[in-house]
């Protein structure tokens, strides 16, 4: 037995010292950069707290800060509401049924960056084919400039485009969900004379709670660290009103060069993601109790 | 009543449940069918726009206002693109070379580690999942620039091999993931056969293990293809010669290159389906194993 644990132990070595390696030891270099004034050029000088305090009355950093929750609260319910009536649409297996699940899920499997630059050109106001189709059905008589000048338009923007590439993900993890509760549940329901919502609402959707936590929290963390999107549809733009917290953490880091402060930011927000993921667990655990 | 009646009664009444609920369903199948279509459609079109804006001849792609379809069938856009900078080639096979390389570090470490966690007693094993699982919570942009000063220091910047590792460390958590619960799975009868037969920890995992897991193994290869292929920070930051750079770098790069006074609208296009093709081809060829392996994966 006791050799058993340490054949076991020994085919964890690997991955334990690649993350040793490549994350615990930059992220713990991290943390040592954020008390340190540090550009680079000059070494680096110990100024204990300072960029925290710096951070606190840095209003661009909370602008950011805030800008990336609102976000996350604006597109995390649209994904989940969506992604669950989609799942509820497509979850039989009939042809039509298969080929639209497959087809939903395609924008998810390519790049982030791929079909921001996509997005990015149909929202294009000369060149793009989204104000030219709305000026040919008459809706608007003037393009429409989607991105980068209104901070609220760029938003909804972005959040359009993000939907599309990723309420794929969310339907097929529902699917999976709903497809494996036993067909029993259904029937006993039915005997019941529960209509089609009645039996959504109170059997299905409590029987399928723990991927819909899971999903929402894969979604928070993911919009809560937003980068690629943002940095190719508006570049913060307008006056960094769409910056998101970890645009604002790149912008420091390396244009600015301030590595001391972009570390300490880096670490601010590790924290609040670590906080969601906690409490998310908790709802997860009460949940299948 | 007995129960066997009652059962039979339930099972009676689902069963004109069930045929009122397809009659229902009859009634409203023209409307499922035109919701189902509808979503198809917009989930395709701007892949399909795209897919045809980059075979308009150079002056269709700037033309203004744009066109939806193109008149002519061109692959100048291709051409531009196949001569940028050093050669699509060249960039493609740095893509290539990166992601094929992502996927062996993620299987070689994930299927031993996915082994120990799902299948030893190994004390503390919870907390070495956690801890495996940590970059998972930290923004990788914020480890680039102590992962870059890393790389300096051995040699790894500009390399293949630095930017995999990079791709690796962000892919890990999901693949470990998958790989712990779809060991977790297999049925333990499976292995106390093997283990009866007097093979050892090695053979059980190649012989009975590495089989049952194909599922989960493409999973995890297809994932960490995708992410590779497409990561456009990181690559960003790492590599320094333009001799080193990726696909999604030398696009972004592309979206600033000027042709007819503006962005290069039709290279961009082709070279946004040229980082599609791989990604929807490699989906659609095995979906079948990639969908029962998230089920397996991240269902438990």
């Not at chain 2, 009676?12 to 023209?30: D, H, I």
């Not at chain 2, 590495?210 to 297809?222: E, G, H, M, Q, R």
């Amino acid at each position: 037995m006791r050799r058993y644990k340490l054949i076991g132990f020994l085919y964890l070595t690997p991955a334990l010292l690649f993350v040793l390696v490549f994350t615990a030891y930059p992220f713990a270099q991290m943390v040592w950069v954020s008390f340190n004034s540090w550009s680079l050029i000059t070494p680096p000088r110990f100024i204990g707290l300072d960029n925290y305090t710096r951070a606190f009355n840095d209003r661009q950093f909370w602008v950011s800060l805030t800008y990336s929750l609102k976000y996350t609260v604006l597109i995390t319910p649209i994904l989940m509401v969506g992604g669950y009536l989609i799942a509820l649409l497509v979850v039989q297996n009939t042809a039509l049924r298969r080929l639209t699940r497959t087809i939903v899920f395609v924008p998810f499997v390519i790049g982030l960056g791929v079909s921001s630059l996509l997005w990015y050109w149909l929202f294009n106001p000369t060149f793009g084919l989204i104000d030219k189709f709305l000026l040919d059905i008459g809706l608007i008589s003037k393009p429409i400039i989607w991105l980068g000048t209104n901070a609220d338009m760029s938003t909804w923007a972005i959040i359009a485009s993000i939907v599309w590439k990723v309420i794929g993900f969310g339907m097929l993890m529902f699917v999976t969900a709903i497809q494996s509760i036993p067909t029993e549940v259904n029937e006993a329901t039915m005997v019941d004379g529960a209509s089609h919502w009645q039996r959504t609402l109170r059997v299905t959707l409590p029987l399928t709670r723990r991927t819909v936590l899971l999903v929402t929290l894969i979604s928070v963390i993911g919009s809560l660290l937003a980068f690629d999107q943002f940095y190719i549809m508006t570049a913060g733009q307008p006056f960094n009103q769409t910056a998101t917290a970890v645009f604002y953490v790149y912008l420091n880091s390396f244009p600015y060069l301030r590595l001391g402060y972009g570390a300490a930011l880096s670490v601010i927000i590790a924290a609040i993601v670590l906080a969601f993921t906690i409490v998310q667990l908790i709802l997860t655990r009460r949940s299948t109790v | 009543m007995s129960v066997q009646t009652v059962e039979s009664t339930a099972r009676e009444v689902s069963r004109t449940g069930g045929r009122a609920g397809r009659l229902f369903a009859g009634r409203n199948r023209y409307l499922t069918a035109a919701v189902c279509l509808a979503l198809s459609t917009i989930m395709v079109l701007p892949i399909l726009v795209s897919v045809l804006a980059s075979l308009k001849t150079t002056a269709e792609a700037a033309a203004v206002p744009p066109t939806y379809f193109p008149s002519t069938i061109s692959l100048d856009s291709y051409a531009r693109l196949w001569t940028y900078q050093a050669g699509l080639l060249h960039y493609v096979g740095n893509s290539l070379g990166t992601a094929l390389l992502t996927i062996a570090l993620a299987l070689g470490l994930t299927i031993p580690a996915g082994y120990a966690l799902g299948r030893f007693p190994i004390p503390g094993k919870e907390l070495f999942f956690v801890f495996l699982l940590m970059a998972l919570i930290i923004p990788y942009q914020a480890l680039l620039t102590p992962m870059f000063l890393m790389f300096v220091q051995l040699k790894l910047t500009n390399t293949i091999v630095g930017l995999a590792i990079l791709h690796t460390t962000i892919q890990l958590p999901f693949s470990l993931y998958i790989m712990r619960n779809s060991f977790e799975a297999v049925p333990n009868e499976l292995e106390e056969a093997a283990l009866i037969d007097g093979g050892g920890p090695w053979q059980v995992l190649t012989k009975v293990f590495l089989p049952a897991l194909t599922p989960a193994i493409v999973t995890v290869a297809l994932f960490a293809f995708i992410t590779s292929w497409n990561e456009l920070l990181g690559s960003l930051v790492i590599n320094s010669k333009e001799s080193a750079f990726t696909l999604p770098v030398i696009l972004a790069a592309a979206r600033t290159e000027t042709s007819l006074g503006g962005t290069d609208w039709g290279m961009l296009q082709a070279g946004v389906t040229i980082s599609i093709i791989p990604c929807i081809g490699v989906y659609l060829l095995l979906q079948k194993y990639y969908v029962s392996g998230l089920l397996s994966g991240a269902l438990k």
